[in-house]
């Protein structure tokens, strides 16, 4: 008789403790940590959750639950993730359930709620267990169907494991989330019409084509590359069918309206990038090749690195060399980017570098697909992706044996997630998960967080500089234009100054493309009454609401809530009404006007919303079909053009004067980062940044490139002031949508924090937008000392924030604690 076992695990919820269930004796030898069980948790409800500990400690005081299934034969996390998870429980403030909530694709995390539907791709076979194919017959004539109507269904307690079975079969889909602004690519695929579903059925078919001798032999080929086929496919794309077989598409048609065939759109990955074509890799020149072996040689100190590379340097063929020598080891590599939507450009080049060898890793790709991922990177398999290129959530896969983790644009704030918990930076979670692979940590960007540039200081990080750029082409010639001078001298032509106006002017005479930068979509921030000043406001939040000139529609840019337009104010019924400031839109709408040859498009998040439209816009622009790009921050992201010769900053007082420690950093990276777009390959770009502070030192510092001044300058000032990277912030938000309410919570946590911490609190005070959905907001911030005890301090911290939201009228309050806010 073997002791009894119990279990700890990880429930795929936001509670902070893990919860222990018996281990009936039937599972005692297969339970193993990492792997997947079915427990009950509530009166009703079930969930797949992860074995943490086994031991053999009966917990005192409450009735145990036995666990009801195993779900996995192998674990499905690596002991390393639980390394790294434990450290973002302790550094972010949150639950082991909300990092597994955020790690795993959902289709490994069922719960009762979990929602599922029959997968139209499937074919049903005829010897399917009874119990399977009843569910699946009930999904197909139900749509979606949540598991614990499942449950119902089968008379179980819980349905998991025959889910689980299912799922494994590919016969189901579970629900996920799409993003409005992106949408997987779809293609049209030909599978086998379910009513050909046995042999009999299939010759039956074959015989009555006799006579049509080219349908015969679309099918005949079709049935040899699927079910015929040694490797049996389910399906094959409706271009390769026609391509490969060379029969017209009028047999295909005939043969689906026969119902022989069957035509099926399904999403394949978003970046269509088939095996073929060579594979490129350059030759480094002599100032990469210098920082590659400077690279190489920090990788032994084991320290991160900087690589503080100066735009269009060729950071990412350094990369390219550094992925080739890990691929050789056997390694695998983690390439970081920040948002995979707009690294079009930066992925097409790893792919060309290293095709199939490199897959991408995206939540808003379809499950199976990130499934597929997840086994990928935690077997070792025949053909598996050895670089996983991803945004943040990449960073959360189950390595086995990594060797190198790039991060590109380390600066970028889309590393920082900021709802829901876990609200960690991938960045730095990169740098602790490079810890304990062992494997070496490359941060690179040509305009360093302070942060990280900071931990070069203070050498925790090395630093590898490569200041030229690839072909020596020189780096853009920088002016400054002053818009409050050009006001007063009526030279300003429309949101032109006469510099800027001019440089546009001689770049589409010389052929040349034109970017244009404003950090504001729509057409006018705001409207106003002439007569009494009235401002429409968002009925939801606390934010003026911006007027889309094109929708004829005022947005609000927090909760989208949208009403019409009309022409008169709401409380003098004037019809004076005015745009104030001014938006992407408007900018498109002028240019056109002052130069009505010229071929203008807006590249913003309104422009980009449709399917492909991101892609569509670079697409056009490198083929010269565009001569003026006016956008938001999406044109500042490494994007590569030949033909840039101008690039215009509309309003970089908009940047400077945004309320936030970090205001001056951001406008610099910005600025710099959106400039690198001129002059790439042939000749001196040129920028003109718009202000009316023209003699603002961050604008002095970013047009002589002086990264270092504005550094030091900004340093002294977030020391005196105890901003990071000196001091660590803790941001505690609270949300009530009673206002009294709220700020009796937050006075109340304000009082016991500076009980704990004396002064270094600041609030609670209303952030820029003090009400958002309907929610009002307060925060609190923490500033906390490098050198104190970082996790007892938060621990504290979390302490408080149980206890206040324990008390009774606190029942509606939401408080969270954002560490490291950005
Ligand atoms: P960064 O990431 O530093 O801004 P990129 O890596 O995008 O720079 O390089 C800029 C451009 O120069 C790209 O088009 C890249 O392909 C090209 N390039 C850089 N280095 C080389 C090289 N050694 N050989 C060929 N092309 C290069
Ligand atoms: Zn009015
Ligand atoms: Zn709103």
Redo the contacts with the bound molecule.
């Keep these: 008789m073997t002791e009894q076992l119990f279990a700890d695990v990880i429930l795929p919820l936001p509670l902070g403790d893990q919860f222990t269930y018996r281990v009936p004796p039937a599972f005692q030898v297969n339970i193993k940590v990492g792997v997947r069980v079915i427990v009950q948790f509530g009166a009703r409800k079930f969930f797949s959750a992860l074995v943490y500990k086994i031991h053999t400690n009966r917990p005192e005081g409450f009735d145990i639950k036995d666990i009801d299934a195993i779900l996995d034969q192998e674990p499905v996390i690596t002991p390393a993730q639980v390394i790294l998870w434990e450290w973002m429980v302790g550094y972010y403030c949150c639950t082991l359930g909300e990092v597994y909530k955020a790690a795993l694709p959902s289709a490994l995390k069922l719960e009762s709620q979990t929602k599922v539907s029959f997968n139209p791709n499937y074919k049903m076979p005829v010897d399917l267990p009874g119990e399977e194919e009843a569910l699946l017959l009930m999904l197909q004539g139900h749509g979606h169907t949540n598991i614990q109507s499942i449950n119902k269904f089968l008379g179980k307690k819980s349905a998991l494991s025959t889910l689980k079975i299912l799922l494994e079969k590919n016969a189901v889909l579970i629900e996920e989330k799409l993003e409005d602004s992106f949408s997987a690519k779809k293609q049209p695929f030909i599978f086998l019409h379910p009513k050909l579903a046995n042999e009999t059925a299939i010759s039956e078919a074959l015989n009555s084509l006799k006579k049509a001798k080219k349908q015969l032999e679309l099918l005949e080929f079709f049935l040899a590359e699927t079910i015929y086929h040694t490797d049996k496919k389910a399906n094959i794309s409706k271009k390769e069918l026609l391509e490969r077989s060379g029969i017209g598409e009028g047999n295909l048609r005939s043969l689906l309206a026969k119902d022989f065939l069957h035509l099926q759109e399904i999403e394949v990955g978003r970046l269509d990038f088939s095996g073929d074509g060579e594979q490129i890799i350059?030759?480094?020149?002599d100032a990469?090749n210098k920082a590659l072996a400077q690279l190489k040689e920090q990788a032994r100190s084991g320290k991160p690195v900087l690589l503080h590379?100066v735009?269009?340097?060729?950071?990412?063929?350094v990369y390219i060399k550094l992925i080739e020598e890990q691929l050789a080891l056997g390694k695998q590599i983690l390439y970081l980017v920040p948002e995979i939507g707009l690294t079009t450009q930066l992925i097409a080049?790893l792919k060309r570098a290293f095709g199939d060898k490199a897959g991408i890793y995206h939540s808003r790709f379809n499950d199976s697909e990130r499934v597929e991922i997840w086994f990928n990177t935690l077997h070792e398999k025949e053909q598996s992706f050895q670089i996983i290129i991803g945004a943040r959530s990449a960073a959360l896969l189950p390595f086995r044996n990594l060797g190198l983790i790039i991060v590109d644009e380390e600066h970028e704030n889309s590393y920082k997630q900021f709802d829901p918990s876990p609200r960690y930076n991938a960045r730095d979670v990169a740098i602790v998960l490079a810890q304990i692979h062992r494997a070496q940590v490359i941060l690179g960007t040509?305009t360093p967080s302070f942060e990280s540039y900071f931990n070069v200081k203070t050498q925790k990080y090395a630093l590898v500089e490569l200041n030229e750029r690839?072909q020596n082409i020189r780096l853009p010639e920088m002016l400054i234009s002053d818009v409050r001078e050009a006001t007063r001298r009526k030279q300003m032509k429309s949101l032109l100054t006469p510099h800027l106006y001019e440089a546009v002017e001689t770049a589409l005479k010389q052929e040349e493309q034109v970017i244009l930068f404003q950090n504001r979509r729509g057409f006018a921030p705001y409207i106003q009454c002439g007569t009494c000043g009235w401002i429409p406001k968002c009925k939801h939040c606390d934010v003026s609401l911006t007027y889309h000139k094109h929708l004829s529609a005022l947005i609000c840019h927090y909760c989208g809530h949208t009403q019409s337009l009309f022409g008169n104010c709401d409380e003098c019924h004037s019809d004076d009404i005015k745009t104030r400031g001014f938006g992407t839109e408007k900018i498109e709408e002028e240019l056109s006007i002052l130069f009505p040859e010229a071929r203008i498009a807006r590249m913003d998040m309104d422009s980009t919303r449709a399917k492909k439209a991101y892609e569509r816009l670079i697409y056009q622009f490198e083929s010269k079909q565009i001569d003026i790009l006016v956008g938001t921050q999406m044109v500042t992201k490494?994007l590569?053009f030949d033909h840039v010769s101008v690039v215009g900053i509309l309003n970089a007082d908009q940047l400077l004067n945004y309320p936030d420690f970090r205001s001056f950093e951001r406008s610099y990276q910005l600025i710099t980062q959106v400039s690198?777009r001129a002059g790439?390959k042939n000749k001196q770009g040129k920028v003109i940044i718009q202000t009316s502070q023209p003699s603002h030192p961050v604008l002095q510092e970013v047009t002589e490139h002086n990264f270092t001044q504005l550094f030091n300058r900004q340093m002294a000032e977030r020391q005196l002031f105890k901003y990071p990277p000196y001091y660590r912030l803790v941001k505690i938000v609270l949300k009530h949508k009673n206002k009294d309410r709220l700020n009796v919570a937050a006075n109340q946590m304000a009082t016991k924090l500076r009980k704990l911490f004396g002064f270094n609190i600041l609030g609670p005070e209303y952030p820029l937008v003090g009400r958002i959905q309907s929610w009002y907001q307060k925060e609190i911030w923490v500033k906390l000392e490098r050198d104190q005890k970082l996790p007892q301090s938060k621990k504290k911290i979390m302490e408080e924030i149980k206890a206040l939201k324990g008390q009774p009228n606190n029942g509606n309050l939401l408080i969270y604690a954002d560490v490291d806010p950005m």
């Design positions: 350059f030759d480094l020149n990469q590379g735009t269009s340097s060729g950071k990412t063929e080049r040509a690839y490494g590569d690198g790439r």
